[in-house]
């Protein structure tokens, strides 16, 4: 700095006088507060605490004496970050956090355009004026348009921040029920970047379970425990996730908004399918498509991370294929690839073309699980989605061994099921023991497949009951090829009663045949 108080650099003149520093202050740092490098004159005026006049011969001062920079736009910006530093701690909090509050109030009220595409914007300026809660809310909507554009790890910086303003607001019910849904949706930006293994989305998971105790079951936490249900599905727990399903549906019928009792359907009816009740999960899937409406719902996959339509349309599917209705399945899952041509969502369409695989596979249709198999690695592969790409590549290597591809179809398979467990999910492993114990018996590892068959009975203890009576058939398949088919009737006998016990048909019928076939085998011990 030189002796007549101005900056070595040409450019800045640093304000020299009091008083224009208040002009500073007055016209500058009460719009920004430290957000924004830049702003509009338009919005400075709207924000009303200084005479236009005024507004207008500050800013031609600033400009003049090198503290501000105009732009062709209508802009204005300070030339130096020091200079926006020295102007807002000039202020006391007090006034920072009145200016904040108001340009907050400004954007909102008479810039709507502006607070929708800078929700980050209007979010800074309330959590500098104080507001926490509503700063919070602003936050989360930054983080949903940073998932609508495909920016996870944006995304997630926004909900880490939401986060950090939740921790400092009192111990309520409400700030159980805002961390509970934030700590969900963190968790799952995470992991849409990093990985389901990831720590820092572990870790999330962790807290969300934890919250999940404590919180009530109410129309006003229910966005934020819906997450939870997920979640527990994921991680094998089907009894407990259906449990908690139930609540949130209770709970959702006094819900205000249509997306909440849409979801809550929607979790319900998949809980109900792997629980092993097709028939209970086909009526809440109906439900769900019944409050579905396209146009209101189009954002929904950005909020809850899947298509509500194409997913329950996909696990009716499943549902009808246990239910031996092979027709109403293929046009159930043809009606969800339908629904996502129209509306991409890469996520939800892995989902549903593993979904259609698994339905062809129950109704013996091996050339279409080949297909949709296909179809899924190849959007899992491009998308980096690698829980579907690790259970398309088990589908497929199915198939493939099944088709008389043995030594290669069962190394994909197996590499596919080792791919899912290295993500930490528990759920599917009992189908997955199906899948490789049907190989597995094609190849005729008999051990190999009856030892994956009793970690598969093990794996259903979690209330993942769907494909227990399969487990039972193939367990019978395998004593039989074994010679021992008094113990393979038994088997047969108890798949049967398991089948009819969850309105299975499918099940049923396929335990039937393999029973009839040990008819003539000769009775061992």
Known sequence: MTDDGHSADPDIRVVSTPEELRHLVTLFN????????????????????????????????LVADGVVRAGRDGTYAFRHALLQDVARSSLRRGALRAHNLNIARTLLA????????????????????????ESVGHWQRAAD??????????????????????????????????????RVLAARAHAATAGWEDPVAAAHRRRAELLGTVAEHTPQSLRATLGLTRQKLFEGRAGDALALAKLQAEAAKSAIEPELELEAACELGGALLLAGQPRRAIDQLDRALEIYEPGRDRDHAVRFGRDPAAIALTHRALALACRDDREGARAAAAAAAQILRARRHPFSEAWVHCGAATAALICGERDVVRREAAIALDIAGREGFAGWHAHASVLQGWARVLDGEHKDGLAQLRGGVAAWDATGAGA??????????????????????????????????????????????????????????DRAAASAQLAIVCARKMSAPAWERRATQTLAGLAGAPHTG
């Open 30 to 61: 009460q719009v920004w507060g430290s957000i924004t490098p830049v702003v509009g004159v338009e919005l400075l005026r709207a924000i009303g605490t200084v005479d236009c006049s005024e507004l207008d011969w500050g800013l031609e001062r």
């Open 110 to 133: 008479a810039f709507p355009e502006i607070a929708a595409l800078e929700p980050e914007r209007v979010a800074r300026h309330l959590e500098y004026a104080g507001e926490l809660v």
């Open 145 to 182: 348009d940073a998932q609508r554009r495909g920016a996870q790890r944006e995304a997630a910086w926004h909900l880490e921040r939401a986060l950090m303003l939740t921790s400092r607001l009192p111990a309520t019910p409400q700030r159980v029920a805002m961390e509970l849904e934030l």
């Open 428 to 485: 599917l492993r009992s189908w997955h023991a199906c899948l490789q114990a049907g190989a597995l018996l094609a190849c005729e590892e008999l051990d190999n497949g009856s030892e994956t068959i009793e970690a598969g009975l093990v794996a259903i203890e979690g209330g993942e009951r769907w494909c227990e009576p399969e487990l039972h058939r193939l367990r019978a398949e395998l004593l039989r090829a074994a010679g021992l088919a």
